[in-house]
């Protein structure tokens, strides 16, 4: 697993991606919105592997740069530099690209107040009021109070208090040796509602609903060395990856399929509904059928009780406890919030019982796989 750090491009200077193409891949009725994205990366010097992630530059909706350039009496077309990297660009860039519209800083209420000829507001930084402060700031964003201010700020005044955009980091999709010009990805948009208006996140927002054919996507690579592929292609695998987390899975599997022969596979996949969220299902079960795949799904809204990825892991527990004891690596994509932690519990449970050992000696079990890389996880 040695790794190259050949950085050649970065956010400071990204490489641009066009957007080939994108596909909606949750169907009818199904509660989220989840795309399949291609990107062209022809003549790019971008150097990555299966488990490496792409850091995606974006842009903010026009929408809502509008009214912050109207808030501000700025045409757009503004030579400015941004304050923090003294690049030379346009005003209406700035805020298009390198500036956190939605989120407003503690900064930049401070470097507003004064102009807003409101004691609340004024009070609500002054003294200890915390919680009162966090939902504040949860709730406003810095065109409110831009709007509301009695005086006109410069750029130069206000584009040092707005948080920067940062990059999202998205799991490749794909492999090169087999999509040797294109890098894939699967983006689930988050939408959330705020001030009355049914919000998206942004960058995925950016990718799977502005961002044109042919648009300029500015990225470059995250590495995940944690996260790659063992040197041997006859290792077997568990890969544990519901939802997008089965993004890195789908180029895992593309670049083992050229190793002849490679070794056994086994994936989770889950979602909510099997005919609406079965992401890559013709892939997989293309997979199954050649033999080179086992499969098992949990689809949690499909019947009256949930099943999650880690009830199957449970009921397979015997299989799974073979296989790690054949030397499987195992790997876990996704959510870190619950599915990491219920799968680990899982596999405590499986190993404690199907290992016949104590729960002291099955954590300090699966604590030596992860110092062996053999349980290797990617979660968010
Ligand atoms: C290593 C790594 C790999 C990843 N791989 C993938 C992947 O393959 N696919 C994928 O889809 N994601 C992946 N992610 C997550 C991804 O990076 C982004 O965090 C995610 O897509 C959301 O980004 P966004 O810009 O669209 O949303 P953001 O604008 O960052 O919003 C994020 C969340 O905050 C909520 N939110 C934002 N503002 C508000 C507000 N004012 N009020 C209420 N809620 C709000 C939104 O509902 C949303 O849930 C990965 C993350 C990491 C770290």
Redesign the pocket.
């Known amino acids: 697993m040695s790794i190259e750090t050949k950085t050649l491009y970065s956010r400071a200077s990204p490489f641009l991606a066009r957007l080939k193409d994108r596909k909606l891949l949750s169907g009818e009725g199904s509660t989220k919105e989840v795309y399949h994205i291609s990107l062209t990366i022809k003549e790019s010097e971008l150097d990555f592997r299966p488990g490496d ?1 792409v850091a995606v530059l ?1 842009e903010n909706d026009p929408l809502f740069v509008d009214p912050l350039l109207e808030a501000l009496h700025l045409s757009g077309r503004e030579p400015v530099l941004d304050p923090r990297t003294k690049e030379a660009l346009l005003s209406r860039d700035f805020f298009l690209k390198r500036a956190h519209l ?1 989120r407003l800083s503690l900064k930049f209420l401070k470097a507003v107040a004064p102009a807003l000829d409101d004691p609340a507001l004024s009070s609500l930084c002054q003294e200890d009021r915390k919680e009162e402060l966090t939902a504040f700031l ?1 709730a406003t964003e810095p065109v409110d109070l831009l709007k509301r201010a009695k005086k006109t700020f410069t750029f130069e005044e206000i584009s040092p208090h707005f948080l920067p955009l940062l990059p ?4 490749i999709a794909s492999s090169t040796k087999i999509y040797s010009d294109e890098i894939h ?8 509602w ?1 001030k009355g208006e049914k919000r998206f ?5 950016f990718l799977c609903h502005l961002a044109k054919e042919e648009s300029s996507i500015p990225l470059y690579i ?1 590495r ?1 060395p944690h996260f790659y592929l063992p040197s041997d292609p006859q290792a077997p695998l568990i890969l544990i990856g519901p939802g ?1 987390g089965v ?1 890195p899975f789908r180029a895992f599997l593309q670049e083992r399929q050229t190793a002849s022969p490679c070794g056994k596979q086994w994936l989770f996949f889950g979602e909510r509904s099997r005919c609406a969220d079965f992401y890559y299902e013709e892939e997989w079960k293309r997979e199954v059928l050649k033999g080179r795949l086992r499969l098992d799904l949990a689809f949690s809204r499909d019947q009256d009780k949930k099943i999650y990825v880690q009830d199957r892991m449970c009921e397979h527990g015997k299989e799974l406890w073979l296989w790690l004891q054949e030397g499987a690596f195992l790997y876990i994509c996704g959510d870190a919030q619950k599915m990491a932690k219920a799968v680990h519990a899982a596999l405590l449970r499986i190993v404690e019982k199907e290992g016949g050992l104590s729960a002291e000696e099955a954590a300090a079990y699966l604590k030596r796989l992860r110092c062996d890389k053999r349980y290797c996880l ?1 979660i ?1």
Request: glycine letters at 8%; aromatic letters at 14%; charged letters at 15%.
């Open positions: 992630a974006p939605g949860d999202r980091f998205f799991s990805l699967l983006l689930s948009v988050p939408a959330y705020k996140g942004t960058a995925t927002h995250q995940a997008t993004a990617d968010y």
